[in-house]
Structures are given as structure tokens and as C-alpha cells.
Nanobody
């Protein structure tokens, strides 16, 4: 059974940091790219970052460049999203997703598997 389990969300003040984790199981992790997406109330889900498990290439949305860092521990089949200098507009439910292939992309329609999400709340 394919599983993607996010953790690490919570409440943080503006300017603070959080590290999200995405633990994957049930598929060949090294053959997939893992993406992070977020959805705020009343807004569409949007891509945040992605990492290719095979070659480590990464992609970031412009809104998070320089503040967020995605990394992968292939031995643990886990991807992390380090989020620094958080802003109120970063508040959302964050999802990780898996895409078969080596190309890192933020095109959410191409992803095969999704986690249930973790809430990130950023106070003023």
C-alpha cells in the first residue's frame, strides 16, 4: 500500500521556522520525485517545491525561493521541507505527493500519490 505521511506542521509566529517531513512507503522511492504543495482556505492548491529522488534536482515556487529548502533522505524514504522566515501568507495545509520519474516539477496534475496534509499556521 502506497503511503505518504506528512508531519511537522503547527503554529509559528511570523519570521519563525518549521520543518515538515514526508515519510513514504509502498513504492520505489528512488524512482519518484516528491513534491510539496499547499492549499489555503478559498484558494487553489499550488506547488511549493519538488525534489527528484534519483538525482537530487530541485524546483521552487518563486514565492518561497530563498526561504524554503527541500531535501531528501533516500535511506529513510523521507523528504523534508525546511521553512524559514515564515510569513502569514504561507499559512495553509501542506501536502506531499509522489510523481513517477526523475523530473522535478510543480505541475500538480501529474502526481500519482498524495498524502493527507499537515496544517501550517503563521501568526502575525
Amino acid at each position: 500500500e502506497v503511503q505518504l505521511v506528512e508531519s511537522g506542521g503547527g503554529l509559528v509566529r511570523s519570521g519563525g521556522s518549521l520543518r515538515l517531513s514526508c515519510a513514504a512507503s509502498g513504492f520505489a522511492f528512488d524512482d519518484y520525485a516528491i513534491g510539496w504543495f499547499r492549499q489555503a482556505p478559498g484558494k487553489e492548491r499550488e506547488g511549493v517545491s519538488c525534489i527528484s529522488s534519483s538525482d537530487g534536482s530541485t524546483v521552487y515556487a518563486d514565492s518561497v525561493k530563498g526561504r524554503f529548502t527541500v531535501s531528501s533522505d533516500n535511506a529513510k524514504s523521507t523528504v523534508y521541507l525546511q521553512m524559514n522566515n515564515l510569513k502569514p501568507e504561507d499559512a495553509a495545509v501542506y501536502y506531499c505527493a509522489a510523481l513517477y520519474g526523475v523530473v522535478a516539477t510543480l505541475r500538480l496534475g501529474e502526481y500519482d500519490y498524495w498524502g493527507q496534509g499537515t496544517q501550517v499556521t503563521v501568526s502575525q
